[in-house]
Structures are given as C-alpha cells and as structure tokens.
C-alpha cells in the first residue's frame, strides 16, 4: 500500500515538473526564437485568428523568406481577447494585430495602438477608398489601421421562391414575405439596416424612435432570428425562410450547399464589416511591423487570399481588377464591388445601450 | 453524556470542507452579485471600478421589456413544470411500483441517460426531428395530416417541447426517489379499506411524494425561467425569455451592472415564487391530513 502511494506521488511529480517544462518552453519561444538565430535575425509577433491567411503558406513563410526574419502568431479567439492580451503584457512584445472595424476605436481609446506612417506603405495609394478612408482608422488626420480584408451583411435571398427582382430593402417589409424572413439577431445590424431602408441621412445616427416603429413591422415579418451559420442553413435548406439578411460567408455557404441564393447590394446601400492592421503601441520592431502591413495588402498576398479555398474579399484594387468573372462571383462582387457600404463602427457605451434596449424592447413584444 | 459530545465535534468537523465549498461557490459568488449589481458600467481591464449606482435598478423599471419579459419567462417555466410533473408521476409510478425490483436500475438508467449528450446537441437532435421535412413533418404529411413543408419550430410551442425534453427527467428522479420510499403495505391498506385508486393517490401516494415534488418543482421551474439558448434557437422572432434579456447585457454590450442587476431582480422573484409554491403545498398537505 505505501510503496504503491510512492509510485503514485512520484509519477504525479514527475507529470507536473513535464508540464511546467513544457508551458515554459511554449512560453518563452517568443523572445527564445528572436535571440537564438542568426545576429540579425529579426522577430515579428502577429497576434490574428488561427487559420486566417497570415498563417497560410503565402502569409507568414513567405514574408520570412522575403525579410530573413521570423513572424511568431499570437492567435486569440475573440476581439475582447485580442485587446486583453495587449493589456496583459502583450504591450511591447506583440508588433501588429488585426482589429475589425468594430474594435479600432476601442483600441485606440484604450493606447493599444500607434500610428502608421502610410508614406512607407508602397500599397497603400492601391487599397480601395472606401475602406482606406474608413473614419475610425483615421483618427486626427492619423492612420491607426490599415484595410485588410471584408464582407458584407447585405440581402440574401432564394430565386426560386422569391420571383421578385430585389433590389431593396423594402422587400423585407413587404406584406408578401411575412413569415418568411430570417433577420440577423445583433442590434447594430438590426438598427443600421432599418436607418438605410428609411433613407435616414447618416445611418449611425438614425432616428431611434422611426427605427423602431419600423423595427417592430419588420419583426411581424419575421420568422427566424439568426445569429450563426447554421441558425440560416437549417431553415433555409427547409424552405421556411426564403429571404433575409446574411453574411457574405452565409451566401457562399448556402451555395456550396447546393441551393439556389441570390445576394445582392440593396440600392439604399449595404452594411459592411473589416479587419485591419494596426501596429501596436510599443512594438519592438516598428519597421518590420510596416513591411508586414504592406505585405499583407501588396498583389502577391492578397492575389492567394482572394483566390485561396477560403476565399477573402481583396482591398487591393489592382488584385481585384484581376479576378475573372467566376472569383468575382465566388466573392459576391460581380459585376463590381458595391459602392455603397456603411461600415459598422464602434458605438460608444451610451449608444451601444440605447441600441440594444431598443432591440431588446422590439424582440420582447 | 461526554461520548455523544464529542461525535457532535467530530461532525461538525466533517461538514467542514463542504461548508468551506458552499461558502466559496455559493455564498460569496451571491454577495458578488448583490455588489456588482450596484455597479456602473463593466469593470476595468485592471479590476477597476467606474463608481456606483442605484440607476441599474431604476432602468429595469424604466420600461416594460423586463417586466413582459419575466411574465412570460414564468408563463413559460409554469407550463413546462406542469406537463413535466403531469408525465413524471405516471413514469415514476410504473418505474417505482409496477416494474420487478430487478429493472430499477435499467429503467433509471434509461432515464439518466440524456445526461450524458450535451444539452446543445439535445437542443439540436429535437430540430432535426421537428424542422420543415424533418422526420415529424414528413410523416404527418405522409399521413395528410399537415404540410410537410411548414413547422412548429420558430415558436414558443417549440421552446415548451425542447424544454420539456431536456427538464422532464429531474422531475421523474426527483419523484420517483420519493415515490419508492412509500412502504406498499400502506396503499394495500388504503385499497383494503375501500379507497379507490384516486382517493389513495390523493390521499395517500401524493402527500408522501411531496419532497420528492418540491425539489422536482425547484429543479425544473428555476432553470426553465432563466433559459435563453433554447428560445434563441428554436423560438423564432418572439422566442426572447429573460434570460436573452440579462445575457445580452452581458455578451454584447459588456454593462456588467446592468446585468447582475437583472439578475439580482430575477433572484429575488424566484425566490418569491418559489417561497408561496412551498407554503401551497405545506397547506395541501395539511388539509389532506397527510403526514
């Protein structure tokens, strides 16, 4: 009974001290990697989501070949995480993370973020404008985030069963498609739709009180709320809703899947979303961090990730002028790129409660 | 005299560690409560707190949303612990008292054995069986009996059915453990001495089982009230409980007061209702004549 309590309490000690051995190594190959190769070897930390085309075989590998550096991710699983890991002692050791739109001001209002100097971003005068000029990455006449990538939350709907030619977003208030719509369950998206379909003139200061009386008919309409995938593949796939909101993600989805979707660009215009760069306040190498941004928005890269199996929308106009007709489909951005996207920006915290009461309120009754 | 004190001692010793837990994951977790509820906004990235308020409270009331919201959720936690118990008797009766003392274990474990899948997958197994062509849907319309094509689900009929589900096997545990004490020797006599088989349940199965009950009652009601994955998923667009309400608060906006306030509110509801449900039964009981 007592040696067989040793055994045990050896093994156990033995598996903590592997343990410990092994989150330190894990933790301390930042700095290890930097200091262990050749004098002169630079290191670049990247805090982005796994699987997410920095760390593809054309992202990261080839700006190490390019540099004769090393590029170390840093994968966080959600935004809040990303600024907690600079907020933890992220800061000074991690060079460029990928804020989305939603995020830049947070992070800028919290001193996570330094400018960018764009003058030494040889890409930069290619990325489309209406992304480039986004105004929360611009902040008093400074750039603090550079356009990567993007999608929209536009009007998706099934040709088979809607005949209609759509090409507003009155048709989810129409009479004719009660019960048959599936609407996305976030308040920002809900109220900026809603402020586009009255023609409000800024629709990130729509008037609440017309919103939600819209909202409310809009609800009656209304079968699903969605807030994943597969919350719209299910019921699409059965037929009980035919026509909605959905991502740009969701479309591509739906049509992998084999069903028939139309996705189109509403003429009041279309809600977006992005992911850009920002280099972190204190980042060890700010130069290496530059030649990464603009790595990550030259041709070469943005070409792969357009064209990659998970395919991405470019910001690069010279790569975009290059897809062929079935990528520019695959992207939902044939014919053209639509012209007329509000972004979806960071709300402050009075706003962002007014919001959600007011969705809350119309989910409610 | 001096030996039962000291086994007092002892045992008082041994309800250590579990007070210890009790204190840390229940006692103290619901102080944090109470005091994050009076708080502004989130709490800093650093632990920092922005200041203090009563205005969480003020704009529970502010508007209707929670009140709809909390009358539905209980509309909805009543109906669900009602089916539930109405299901649970017969089912802990058959497994209790008519099934061979040999297939206990079996029948029980057949119960528990939801238990073991994740309550998403629960959630989602239940939609693949009710959904537009599903497997429910295609028989009825093999049957002429509906459309096929159409569905309950996007609806509160649908929250009720996945949570009667995912609810009804605590209830059947809680009242069969109960049910299973009743010696059968006292429902022979209540048989032999002219009751039928109503008065006896009346008289004499139900006052024994009302423990069993209670517990069943607490353990399906509360949840239910709170619920907020299933009515995301199944309830469509009038499927918000209160439990969406507080989770949003949490999850999208990050008003950390605003949330523990609603819940604080919702705590004490419960409480309330859960309170007048034990008087009503002790009162039941009473005038039953039961134990």
């Keep these: 009974m007592k040696k067989s309590a040793t055994i045990l309490l050896a093994l156990t000690t033995a598996a903590a001290l592997m343990l410990t051995a092994c989150s330190g190594s894990s933790n301390s190959s930042t700095k290890a990697s930097g200091s262990s190769g050749d004098t002169g ?103 603090y985030a550079v356009p990567w990538t993007w999608g929209t939350t536009s009007l998706g709907y099934n040709p088979d069963i809607v005949k209609d030619k759509i090409t507003s977003w009155s048709s989810l208030w129409d009479p004719k498609y009660a019960g048959k719509i599936g609407f996305f369950d976030d308040y920002e998206t809900a109220i900026m739709t809603t402020a586009l379909y009255l023609k409000e003139p800024d629709p990130m200061k729509p008037d609440l ?157 | 005299m001096p030996n039962s004190d000291k086994k007092i001692t002892r045992g008082s010793l041994l309800v250590a560690p579990s007070s210890l837990l009790l204190l840390c994951f229940s006692v103290i977790p619901l102080f944090m409560l109470i005091f994050f509820s009076f708080i502004n906004g989130n709490i800093g990235p650093d632990g920092s707190i922005a200041g203090y308020t009563t205005n969480n409270f003020t704009m529970i009331f502010s508007d209707s949303t929670f009140t709809k919201l909390m009358f539905k959720s209980l509309g909805i936690g009543i109906v669900v612990t009602l089916i539930c118990v109405i299901i649970a008797y017969p089912a802990a009766w058959g497994i209790a008292k008519i099934a061979k003392a040999k297939n206990h274990n079996l029948l029980i474990m057949l119960v528990i054995i939801p238990f073991f899948t994740s309550q998403i997958l629960l959630i989602y197994s239940i939609m693949v069986i009710l959904q537009a062509k599903g497997l429910l849907m295609s028989l009825l319309g093999f049957l002429k009996l509906a459309d096929p094509a159409t569905s309950i689900l996007y609806s509160n009929v649908a929250v009720i059915i996945v949570l009667i589900y995912e609810y009804l096997p605590y209830m059947i545990l809680c009242i069969y453990n109960s049910i299973e004490k009743i010696d059968d020797n006292l429902i022979y006599a209540s048989h032999s001495l002219g009751a039928g088989w109503f008065k006896t349940f009346v008289n004499v199965v139900f006052p024994m089982s009302m423990p069993g009950l209670l517990s069943g009652i607490m353990l399906v009601l509360v949840p239910v009230t709170g619920s907020f994955v299933e009515p995301g998923l199944v309830g469509g667009s009038n499927g918000m409980m209160v439990g969406s309400l507080i989770n949003s608060q949490f999850s999208t906006v990050l008003n950390m007061g605003y949330g523990a306030a609603i819940s604080f509110v919702f705590l004490i509801i419960i409480s309330i209702i859960m309170g007048i449900v034990r008087v009503l039964m002790s009162r039941a009981n009473r005038s039953i004549g039961g134990a």
């Design chain 1, 209 to 365: 009180d017309k919103v939600k009386d819209s909202l409310l008919q809009l609800k009656k309409n209304t079968k699903v709320l969605w807030s994943s995938y597969d919350d719209y593949l299910k019921p699409y796939a059965a037929n009980e809703i035919a026509i909605g909101n959905m991502w740009t993600g969701t479309a591509t989805q739906l049509t992998k899947a084999k069903h028939s979707v139309a996705y189109i660009t509403p003429d009041e215009g279309t809600i977006g979303w992005g992911d850009f760069w920002s280099i972190a306040k204190n980042a060890p190498d700010y130069d290496l961090a530059l030649k990464w941004v603009d790595f990550m928005t030259g041709e070469q890269f943005q070409t792969a990730f357009a064209t990659g199996d998970n395919a991405h929308c470019p910001v690069n106009n010279l790569v975009t002028d290059k897809l062929t007709t079935d990528q520019k489909k695959d992207l939902w951005i044939y014919p053209s790129t639509p012209s007329k996207i509000y972004i979806e920006q960071a709300l402050d915290t009075q706003t962002r409660q007014a919001w959600l009461n007011v969705w809350n309120t119309i989910k409610a009754s």
């Design chain 1, 41 to 143: 070897e630079k290191t670049l930390v990247v805090a982005n989501w796994k699987g997410y085309g920095s760390d593809a075989d054309y992202g990261a590998p080839a700006f190490e070949k390019l540099y004769n550096c090393k590029v170390v991710h840093q994968y966080f699983t959600s935004e809040d995480e990303m600024l907690t890991m600079l907020q933890t002692g992220g800061m000074g050791k991690i060079d460029v993370i990928l804020p989305n739109s939603t995020y830049i001001k947070t992070a800028y209002d919290e001193g996570l973020i330094q400018p960018i100097d764009t003058s030494k971003l040889t890409n930069y005068k290619n990325l489309n404008d209406t992304w480039k000029n986004f105004s929360d990455a611009n902040i008093d006449g400074k750039t």
